[in-house]
């Protein structure tokens, strides 16, 4: 019976202390003290400088040519040459391909025929009767409906052979020896008629470059085009070519917009001033524009201006450490520093951002004792799974 009394005397101490060491676990838990998340916030500062200040557009874009000319036959036929491949350089006139030419010759030799016929037959006419005859008045007419008879057969003669309506590159090429030529209306004279659509998506037969004159392509938010104005100097730089960058300004804004995706944009095109070694057609690029600069001016980082409505404020930090807000104007807002034109004073400091750090410590129970499986109470005791006896 005493030991009976002694064992329960002993579970009910160990019960105790338990209680006691979790209760005040539990206190530390809730008000953070003893290893609890921690928090320490710090004031990052700036300086009130004095330099310029830019801001600008920027945008993704793609190198296309100044120039592009679509070259296409004028008379449909069977391709029997041609004379160039993709990436050749052709000079203006230069023959690019031809299509047989059989029936056309023969249509022009007839019509010539005709023609000289018609002209023999005016001059018999001609001193046979009066110039004002109705004899002479007909054989005219026969002279210049054989001359746009033979007129006619000579384009399509001259339209069996294409040749180069500029100097340039070779960029596409859509047709081969033995195929259809395809005449198309767009060109005259076998020259090719002149086009500005991109090479790559053009059907035409031959399509011709000038590589020495190329351009961006890009397309801006709605927010940043009214910010553009033609002229505005341009940076571009190359994706794929490291270290590659060259100036050029902006030539053409549009005045229409595209939407695609819920995003409408504005289609620009940047002219490059010089074209660097290795550039092609169809890459990528990035382009910034300068749309405002002021130099010689105070600034702060733009992240130290705040803004409620039209009011502009910066938190000062004075040399005792105390914080003051301002209201400040300012002027051109960059890409990283905003102009103060008044507010502030060249050296003063400034709040930038608040930081806050928090740290987190494993919370124990007094003793070392963890909650859970495998856990011990105070005392060494395992827990979790033995019962007294």
Do not use: C
Not at 79 to 85: G, N, R
Not at 316 to 327: C, S
């Amino acid at each position: 019976m005493r030991f009976w009394r002694r064992r329960t005397f002993l579970v009910n101490s160990v019960l105790s202390a338990l209680l006691v060491g979790g209760g005040a676990w539990a206190y530390t838990l809730l008000n953070g003290d003893g290893g609890g998340s921690t928090g320490t916030s710090t004031a990052r500062t700036g300086t009130v400088a004095q330099g310029t200040v830019t801001a600008s557009v920027t945008a993704s874009g793609t190198v296309a040519s100044a120039t592009t000319m679509n070259h296409n036959f004028v008379t449909s036929g069977t391709v029997t040459s041609i004379k160039v491949a993709v990436g050749d350089k052709v000079t203006k006139g230069q023959v690019l391909a031809t299509v047989d030419s059989t029936e056309t010759a023969a249509s022009l030799a007839t019509a010539k025929a005709n023609l000289t016929d018609a002209k023999s037959a005016l001059a018999d006419a001609k001193d046979e009767f009066d110039d004002d005859s109705d004899q002479v008045e007909q054989a005219q007419r026969s002279v210049t409906s054989a001359q746009n008879a033979y007129d006619s057969a000579k384009r399509a003669q001259d339209g069996t052979t294409l040749k180069a309506g500029m100097a340039g590159t070779v960029t596409a090429m859509n047709g081969t020896v033995g195929g259809s030529s395809a005449g198309s209306s767009s060109s005259s004279g076998g020259s090719g008629g002149n086009s500005t659509s991109s090479s790559s998506g053009s059907s035409a037969f031959i399509v011709l470059s000038d590589m020495d004159k190329l351009q961006v392509s890009a397309s801006v938010p709605e927010s940043d085009a009214t910010r553009l104005k033609l002229k505005q100097s341009a940076q571009v730089t190359w994706n794929a070519l490291a270290n590659t960058t060259a100036e050029g300004l902006v030539t053409t804004i549009s005045p229409t917009s595209t939407t695609s995706g819920g995003v409408t944009s504005y289609p620009i095109v940047i002219s490059l001033n010089t074209v660097p070694t290795g550039a092609k057609l169809g890459q990528s690029v990035s382009i910034s524009v300068v749309v405002s600069k002021v130099e010689n001016v105070l600034y702060v980082p733009a992240a130290a201006v705040k803004s409620a409505g039209n009011l502009k404020t910066v938190t000062v930090v004075k040399d005792n450490g105390a914080q003051e807000t301002r209201t400040v104007t300012v002027g051109v807002e960059g890409d990283s520093y905003t102009e103060i034109k008044s507010g502030l004073t060249a050296g003063e400091k400034v709040v930038i951002a608040t930081v806050t750090t928090n740290s987190t410590t494993n919370n124990q129970m007094p003793g070392g004792g963890q909650f859970g499986g495998g856990g011990q109470i105070p005392g060494g005791a395992a827990g979790g799974g033995g019962g007294f006896r």
